[in-house]
Nanobody
Framework: QVHLVESGGGLVQAGGSLRLSCAVSGRTFSRHGMGWFRQAPGKEREFVSAINWSRNTYYADSVKGRFTMSRDNAKNTVFLQMNSLKPEDTAVYYC???????????????????WGQGTQVTVSS
């Protein structure tokens, strides 16, 4: 069974930075893509970023140029470095693991089969 644990959320002022981590266990991590999604109060969960097994990345337009996703296969962990944070980035951030080995990078939520419990990010103005 795949287990994902996010960490690194918190409260930060606008313009600040946070680094989220997601530790994965229970699968061959290096063969799978990972994604970050977020859900703000009263809104649907939305795509933020993704990285596949070969380290190709893809970002939502709203975070492009500010967020960077990376992975450390030795530590079975993915990271989301968030810079120049804005109040509209406030949300619960979830990491997710995709279902197919050696797949192309994807932003589609239904391509992800395992999800973490989420970590709160709050950006004050």
């Amino acid at each position: 069974q795949v287990h994902l644990v996010e960490s690194g959320g918190g409260l930060v002022q606008a313009g600040g930075s946070l680094r989220l981590s997601c530790a994965v266990s229970g699968r061959t991590f290096s063969r799978h893509g990972m994604g970050w999604f977020r859900q703000a109060p009263g809104k649907e969960r939305e795509f933020v970023s993704a990285i596949n097994w070969s380290r190709n990345t893809y970002y939502a337009d709203s975070v492009k140029g500010r967020f960077t996703m990376s992975r450390d296969n030795a530590k079975n962990t993915v990271f989301l470095q968030m810079n120049s944070l804005k109040p509209e980035d406030t949300a619960v951030y979830y990491c997710a693991a995709d279902s197919v080995e050696f797949a192309a990078v994807t932003w589609q939520q239904d391509e992800y089969e395992s999800w973490g419990q989420g970590t709160q990010v709050t950006v004050s103005s």
